[in-house]
């Protein structure tokens, strides 16, 4: 639900007479939603990966990147229009915590 996790896709963990008992839906999950967005769109730029992106889903390949596959990607090609749109919103409740706690601050020091 935060936002820091790549489904790679679905297996039948256990099954029974061939029909399949339990599904497992299988993740990648990165420290933030910036190091998700970057992996899934630098990725694709990457040879290293060979068009095998993530892997399947019994085995999946949730590897961050190395220095040099850092170094390679081109930034200018990601859209991060969906950090932005945190960023945005954080830096709004924000202000409007801090202008609150202002207002209040005023008014406690006009009522003394």
């Not at 990165?30 to 068009?51: D, V």
């Not at 892997?55 to 932005?84: H, I, N, V, W």
Request: glycine share 8%.
């Amino acid at each position: 639900d935060a936002g820091l996790c790549h489904k790679i896709g679905t297996y039948c963990s256990s099954s029974f007479l061939g029909i399949c008992m339990t599904k497992r839906d299988v993740y990648c999950c990165f420290l933030s939603k910036l190091t998700r967005i970057l992996q899934e769109q630098g990725r694709p730029q990457l040879k290293a990966f060979n068009g095998n992106l993530w892997g399947s889903p019994k085995k999946p390949m949730c590897r961050g990147f190395t220095p040099e596959e850092f170094q390679a990607l081109d930034f200018s090609k990601m859209d991060l229009s969906e950090y932005y749109a945190d960023i945005e919103a954080r830096a709004q409740s924000d202000i409007q915590i801090d202008m609150k706690e202002r207002v209040n601050a005023y008014l406690k020091a006009v009522g003394e």
